[in-house]
């Protein structure tokens, strides 16, 4: 496997794929099935230039470059159902920080919890 910046001829729609499908088998027992049908074929290739998005990066590759830019500290939001990527994030590091909060995505209310990693 390569890991490299995405570039003007990769193809958008096919990476685009990658996040739909992802979406569709991680959340399929979290979301409504409704939800994730309604995701559109290609509906992330239009954010793949955006700023921040420009890139397919491993997680080490990005704390790193966090690390190197003088950030001490990275936290990301983690749905509570999510348990495969709860335990994941914990084996990299990440710590339950205390925090919580609720969100509505598809329509159903869903419980996040914030993580937080130390970068030394």
């Not at 490299?4 to 193809?11: C, K, M, P, S, V």
């Not at 729609?13 to 309604?38: D, G, M, P």
């Not at 159902?81 to 598809?106: Q, S």
Request: proline share 1%; net charge negative.
């Amino acid at each position: 496997m390569e890991i490299r910046h995405l570039n003007a001829a990769d193809d958008r729609l096919a990476v685009s794929w990658i996040f739909e499908a992802s979406w569709k088998y991680a959340y399929r027992y979290i979301l409504t099935q409704e939800y994730l049908e309604s995701i559109l074929a290609g509906g992330w290739a239009a954010h793949l230039d955006s700023e921040g998005m420009t890139t397919l990066i491993m997680l080490e590759a990005a704390v790193s470059a966090l690390a190197g830019q003088g950030y001490q500290e990275i936290f990301l939001w983690v749905l509570e159902e999510n348990r495969r990527a709860r335990a994941f994030y914990e084996k990299v590091d990440f710590r339950l920080y205390g925090k919580c909060r609720t969100d509505v995505i598809g329509g159903k209310a869903v419980r996040e919890l914030a993580y937080c990693r130390h970068i030394p």
